[in-house]
Structures are given as C-alpha cells and as structure tokens.
C-alpha cells in the first residue's frame, strides 16, 4: 500500500467484528513494531497479546473502575455495562517494558513509536487499531499484570485494541493551521 494512503487512510476505531485476527498477520504487524527506531537501539519491548474474551473484559472492567476514581468527571459515561474501554475488540495487544525509572520516558517513547508502525501496518491488511491510554491505570494492579502474563518488573507501555472494523471509516480531519513555522 502507497505510504501516504496508510498514513491519511488509518483511524481509530471503535467497533469491531468478532472475525478472528489471522496469526500470520498479527505476527507480522508484530514485526514491524519491533523495526520503529529506539533509544540506543535498546529494543526495550515485549508484547502480549490478548484473545481471550474474559480476560479483555477483566481489563475493561478493571480499567473502568481506576478511571472513574480517578477522573471523577468521567463517571457518568463510564457508568454503563457496555465495554466502553476496549469496545468489545476481539484483540488488546499490550507493549510493555521492564519497570527502570531512568529510561521511563525513553521506553514510552520507543513504544510509542513501535505502536505507529503496527497500526500503519494493521490498516494495511484492512484491520482497525485503537490506542487504549486508560488501560496504563491497570500499572497500579500488580495482581492484574499477572494474570494478563505480564513478566515480573514490567509494565504497560502502550496498550491497543486490534481487529476487523465493522464499519469503514470516515476520513478523519486535520485541520490546525498554522502549525508551521520554517526558519531559513
Ligand atoms: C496517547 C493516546 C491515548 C489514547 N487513548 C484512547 C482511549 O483510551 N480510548 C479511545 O477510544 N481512544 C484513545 N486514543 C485515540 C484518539 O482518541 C485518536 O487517535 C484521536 O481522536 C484521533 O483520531 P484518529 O486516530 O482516528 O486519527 C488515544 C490516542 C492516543 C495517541
């Protein structure tokens, strides 16, 4: 796919079909995670990747709970049975790091950019991504990092959901002016 129609085409999304994501094409979005540039070239990652349904729906109902305490405005919405954290995705795929306070904001950042490349890479095999900021509160619940398989001493850099999008997205905008400024 031409890199300038993944780059405008991707788009959060937010509903999901329960079509199983082919291993081939997880492992290779996988893959172009790990080829994103990284601090010293450390490489620092591991991902888990998440199918079972009672286990998404743990960290969703986790997640919900960390939020609404500490986001109070956020309650209300937060305050329906259905999954408005991970969207009933057949898929949440965490990007961790082990826990080392002076490469805290470097290891963000390395996974951050290994996210960009997944997702760019899932859009091209027609899938839908979706960043899941909320599901890094579950890094105060030791007891749920395990039983997600997280190794001792890590946690949870970038999580998101993956899958087959039920609907096709609209094109999104962007429409900041004036963000450029060149000096010569
Ligand atoms: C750091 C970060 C955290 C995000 N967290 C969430 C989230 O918790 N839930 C959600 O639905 N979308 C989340 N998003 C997705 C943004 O809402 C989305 O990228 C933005 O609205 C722009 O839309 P687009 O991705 O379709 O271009 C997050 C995005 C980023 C970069």
Known sequence: MDIDVCIRGRRSVRAYTQERVAKE???TILEAGTWAPTGMN???????VIEDKQLIKLVSDETKELVKKAMPPLATQLN???DVI?????MLILICT???PQWAQINLLDCVLAAQNMFLKAYEYGLGTCYMGFVQFLNSKPEVLRRLGMPENYDIQVPFIIGHPKDRQDNGIRQKPNIYKWIK
């Open 98 to 100: 082990e826990k080392d």
């Open 42 to 48: 450390r490489q620092p990652w591991r991902f888990i």
């Open 25 to 27: 094409q997880i492992e």
């Open 86 to 90: 991970c969207y009933d995705a057949p």
């Open 80 to 82: 329906t049975s259905e």
